[in-house]
């Protein structure tokens, strides 16, 4: 259980403040939305370049020494985050908000490839995540509400050192270290169908997601309420994901997409924050088939574990920097339900793309036989 605690801490602290640093923008520091984008897209910028050189660095070097560092740097950057909080300042605040975005990307690939390399289930280790994520969001909601918000930073740095200390009680073995190329052109033409669906499909996600918490206040939402929306969609994926070892990835791949566009067109039926909730289930059953069919897909068919799964990283990073700065203008331009129609649409296109490829290389009719043969 020590890697499902690593994965489950580590969630908590990194991504819980998500539910708060838009509000933190627009109310501490008066950041106009289209700012709040860019801080975004900074923030996965960061992700980007650390996930793809520390997935790679992991599979050269060795997982663990990548691990300990990715996790002790991001506890210390969360500390740091707490301390702009103290000293004021927006472009403080910023700069380590980006700081912590590098750090975060650092370690994940090395961690999944381990529980890889050890043939543990990679749905019920994402599981874990998306339950660490949904804590997260939770108790950063309570901070919000009834705290301070240094407070809750510092309570995400203790978690994630709590991570740190059980990694390093982890076993690791003689590490097989692999020869991978700085830039594994092979590796990523072989991948490309899973790469360009979670780009397209993620890109139009992020751009809902950059200004999501105002969208949920303009709707009634106060803080607490907003962690509670965030929480049912975490602790959904962590309901469907138990469940994810099993179907073939490129099924679950389609389906997370094809459910993808369907849940962000409920989300232009609100009318208050209540009613966001059912498209919050249907929205965890969406990304936790993806999420679990894109890992499982690009770790099933290469030795390069972690690299892969550093590049799957890098391409949710790269709809992180271009969907959070196309969001913000467009909710700017377009309000918060213009921007949700772009993003049904892109996951709709993804979908075709996806459905299209399978039908190309022959995978679409080998799902339907292996479907034909278990009725």
Same mark, same amino acid.
């Given at each position: 259980?020590?890697?499902?605690?690593?994965?489950?801490? +580590?969630?908590?602290?990194?991504?819980?403040?998500?539910?708060?640093?838009?509000?933190?923008?627009?109310?501490?520091?008066?950041?106009?939305?289209?700012?709040?984008?860019?801080?975004?897209?900074?923030?996965?910028?960061?992700?980007?370049?650390? +996930?793809?050189?520390?997935?790679?660095?992991?599979?050269?070097?060795?997982?663990?020494?990548?691990?300990?560092?990715?996790?002790?740097? *991001?506890?210390?950057?969360?500390?740091?985050?707490?301390?702009?909080?103290?000293?004021?300042? @927006?472009?403080?605040?910023?700069?380590?908000?980006?700081?912590? #975005?590098?750090?975060?990307? @650092?370690?994940?690939?090395?961690?999944?490839?381990?529980?890889?390399?050890? /043939?543990?289930?990679?749905?019920?280790?994402?599981?874990?995540? *998306?339950?660490?994520?949904?804590?997260?969001?939770?108790?950063?909601?309570?901070?919000?509400?009834?705290?301070?918000?240094?407070?809750?930073?510092?309570?995400?740095?203790?978690?994630?050192?709590? +991570?740190?200390? =059980?990694?390093?009680?982890?076993?690791?073995?003689?590490?097989?270290?692999?020869?991978?190329?700085?830039?594994?052109?092979?590796?990523?033409?072989?991948?490309?169908?899973?790469?360009?669906?979670? &780009?397209?499909?993620?890109? #139009?996600?992020? @751009?809902?997601?950059?200004?999501?918490?105002?969208?949920?206040?303009?709707?009634?939402?106060?803080?607490?309420?907003?962690?509670?929306?965030?929480?049912?969609?975490?602790?959904?994926?962590?309901?469907?994901?138990?469940?994810?070892?099993?179907?073939?990835?490129?099924? &679950?791949?389609?389906?997370?997409?094809?459910?993808?566009?369907?849940?962000?067109?409920?989300?232009?039926?609100?009318? *208050?924050?209540?009613?966001?909730?059912?498209?919050?289930?249907?929205?965890?059953?969406?990304?936790?088939?993806?999420?679990?069919?894109?890992?499982?897909?690009?770790?099933?068919?290469?030795?390069?574990?972690?690299?892969?799964?550093?590049?799957? *990283?890098?391409?949710?990073?790269?709809?992180?920097?271009? #969907?959070?700065?196309? #969001?913000?203008?467009?909710?700017?331009?377009?309000?918060?339900?213009?921007?949700?129609?772009?993003?049904?649409?892109?996951?709709?296109?993804?979908?075709? =793309?996806? &459905?299209?490829?399978?039908? /190309? +290389?022959?995978?679409?009719?080998?799902?339907?036989?292996?479907?034909?043969?278990?009725?």
């Amino acid at each position: 259980m020590k890697l499902q605690a690593i994965q489950l801490l +580590s969630n908590i602290g990194l991504f819980g403040p998500v539910v708060l640093v838009p509000i933190i923008l627009q109310d501490e520091f008066g950041a106009s939305k289209d700012l709040i984008g860019l801080v975004a897209g900074g923030f996965a910028a960061a992700g980007f370049a650390s +996930s793809y050189l520390f997935g790679r660095a992991s599979d050269v070097y060795g997982r663990r020494v990548v691990l300990l560092a990715g996790l002790f740097l *991001s506890g210390l950057a969360t500390v740091l985050q707490a301390v702009s909080l103290h000293l004021g300042g @927006m472009e403080l605040f910023v700069m380590i908000r980006v700081l912590i #975005g590098f750090c975060s990307g @650092m370690f994940p690939a090395a961690l999944i490839a381990h529980v890889h390399d050890a /043939r543990g289930k990679i749905g019920i280790f994402s599981a874990f995540g *998306s339950a660490g994520w949904g804590i997260g969001n939770l108790v950063l909601g309570v901070f919000g509400d009834y705290f301070f918000y240094e407070e809750g930073y510092l309570f995400c740095a203790f978690v994630i050192f709590l +991570s740190y200390a =059980i990694a390093l009680t982890l076993p690791f073995g003689k590490e097989v270290k692999l020869d991978v190329p700085f830039f594994p052109r092979a590796l990523i033409r072989k991948n490309a169908p899973i790469y360009l669906a979670m &780009l397209i499909r993620h890109t #139009g996600a992020n @751009m809902i997601w950059v200004t999501y918490p105002l969208f949920l206040a303009e709707l009634g939402a106060p803080p607490l309420w907003i962690g509670i929306i965030y929480s049912v969609n975490a602790f959904g994926q962590v309901l469907f994901m138990l469940f994810l070892d099993r179907p073939d990835p490129s099924l &679950l791949v389609a389906i997370g997409l094809g459910s993808s566009a369907l849940t962000f067109f409920t989300f232009t039926l609100a009318g *208050s924050y209540w009613q966001i909730i059912p498209s919050q289930v249907l929205l965890a059953f969406a990304w936790a088939s993806m999420y679990v069919g894109c890992l499982r897909y690009v770790m099933d068919r290469n030795k390069e574990k972690a690299t892969v799964s550093g590049i799957l *990283s890098s391409t949710m990073s790269i709809s992180g920097i271009t #969907g959070p700065i196309l #969001g913000g203008i467009a909710a700017t331009a377009l309000g918060f339900k213009g921007t949700i129609w772009i993003a049904t649409v892109m996951s709709l296109v993804a979908f075709l =793309i996806f &459905l299209y490829d399978l039908k /190309r +290389s022959g995978e679409f009719y080998r799902l339907r036989v292996r479907s034909r043969g278990t009725t």
